[in-house]
Nanobody, 125 residues
Framework: QVRLMESGGGSVQAGGSLTLSCVAS?????????MGWFRQAPGKKREGVAL??????TQYADSVKGRFTVSQDSAKNLNLQMNNLAPEDTAVYYC???????????????????WGQGTQVTVSS
């Protein structure tokens, strides 16, 4: 069983930055297009935050466009650089991996086989 481990969450003031990182256990790696970032705020449904497509394109939630950047590093960890954070970004952020079905070039939430436990991001005003 593969475990995904997120790190980098924390508490920051509005306007601050955080970088989240996701690593898979056992040295397992996944293509960048088979990983993604999601988040769930209290009382809200989980939403997709950032995905990388099979063609190398990226897809972001409208609310984070221009502020968040998703990338995979040389160690195949999936990272999420979050700049100019706002209180509405407060949520538990989850990493997902291993897509079993693509919609176009992207893999969406229900189609990931593995999920991390999440890391809390809290942004204060």
């Amino acid at each position: 069983q593969v475990r995904l481990m997120e790190s980098g969450g924390g508490s920051v003031q509005a306007g601050g930055s955080l970088t989240l990182s996701c690593v898979a256990s056992g040295g397992r790696t996944f293509p960048q297009y088979s990983m993604g970032w999601f988040r769930q705020a209290p009382g809200k449904k989980r939403e997709g935050v950032a995905l990388i497509g099979q063609d190398g394109s990226t897809q972001y939630a409208d609310s984070v466009k221009g502020r968040f950047t998703v990338s995979q590093d040389s160690a195949k960890n999936l990272n999420l650089q979050m700049n100019n954070l706002a209180p509405e970004d407060t949520a538990v952020y989850y990493c997902a991996a291993d897509c079993n079905m693509y919609s176009g070039v992207y893999c969406h939430g229900p189609n990931f086989n593995y999920w991390g436990q999440g890391t809390q991001v809290t942004v204060s005003s």
